[in-house]
């Protein structure tokens, strides 16, 4: 059944499970062509859904499932009575199985079916049936030019399962990835469509299980699990006679020179989120900005690491290293909190520091990396404001 993104499952699996998935539910009776076209028509109907004023359709097929699905896409459309045109990009001779059938069966439906052409004329909607989750290595020709004509057409995008040369694991793009409007995929959520690069390339995310058991569903492994409104654990509400003594005592550390905003900010995350009280070692030159900003957080003008360490034994929690810096301030006040026996989330240049070997990560201490700097890929980071403008209905 399909699901809108906000009903999409919690579980998340690797494109190995959901091979496994695959395989089960053919096991269990499911002939895998049948699932073939189930994917096709889930896809068909998610394509209407998101422009129901097209007509026009260009698959650009590559090998394997993903092409198969591409395949019978284009029978829908075309017996729906749009204009269809397949671009192969893989030899469709060369087809093995359920993705055979299915060109086979494009063919007896006539559908238009041309060999992949440096200088494409993309029309209509572009279905990405190219590259599915088995790819691991760098995209290579021709696909990659393909997935480049696919970014500078202009047209909407969708693709099937996942936009090709995203890898299906890590949501990291392998050279050159499709940047899609839509993505249809099946039977289990990827754990590359929620991370890496995925938000810039998923587009609208409609997911279908194709009919899986749900018993099947529920034994099969999973790998992770989305956080959402759902599943998130509900704090028990607070007593009336409570106080902030009885819901912890939060310090953050950081904030060198020019770097105040970073422990400020988090330090009014850790007001929000609940903590009973909030303290805060920064610089000193920070203090009154921080004062005027949350008069209700305890900010202590810090120059050197021995006036945390009262402060340590009276605290529970400690966040440690938003706008640190990585100077000798940072690095002793870094030191002594690494050597409290105290829950701590290292963040920003902690992690800097910690990766540079100055210090030793504490038992139990939760780290929070991010990618960095983002990659420059022109190909991969199309904007999407004007590719509907062909298919608004006429006034």
Known sequence: MPH?????????????????????LIAAGTPGFELMQRAARATWRALVRQWPAANELSVLAGHGNNAGDGYLVAV???????????LAVADPQRLQGDAARAYAEAVAEQVVIEAWDAQPCLRGIVLDALLGTGLSGEVREPYASAIAAINCSDLPVAAVDIPSGLCADTGRI?????????????????????????ADQVGTLVFND?????????????????????????????????????????????????FGGAILLSAQSALRSGAGMVSVATRSEHVPAALARMPEAMVLGTSSANQLMGLLEKVSVLVVGP?????????????????APLPQV???????LLSEAHVSLPKGCIITPHPGRPRACWACRRPRSRRTARLQPAR
């Open 4 to 24: 809108t993104k906000d009903e999409l499952p919690d579980a998340l699996y690797s494109a190995a499970q959901v091979r496994e998935l695959d395989a089960s």
């Open 76 to 86: 829908l459309a075309r017996r729906a009575g749009w204009s269809v045109r397949v």
């Open 174 to 198: 392998l050279g050159c990835a499709v940047c899609a409007d839509l993505t249809v995929t099946f039977i289990g959520l990827k754990l590359g469509l929620f991370t890496g690069d995925a």
């Open 210 to 258: 194709l009919q899986a058991e749900p018993q099947l569903l529920a034994r099969a492994p999973v790998s992770a699990r989305r956080l959402g409104t759902g599943n998130l654990p509900r704090l028990a509400p607070r007593a009336p006679a409570s106080h902030k003594g009885k819901f912890g005592h939060v310090l953050l550390i950081g904030g060198d020179r020019g």
């Open 323 to 339: 706008g640190l810096g990585r100077d000798a301030w940072g690095r002793s006040l870094l030191s002594a909190a690494a050597n």
């Open 346 to 352: 290292w963040d920003a240049d902690a992690l800097n």
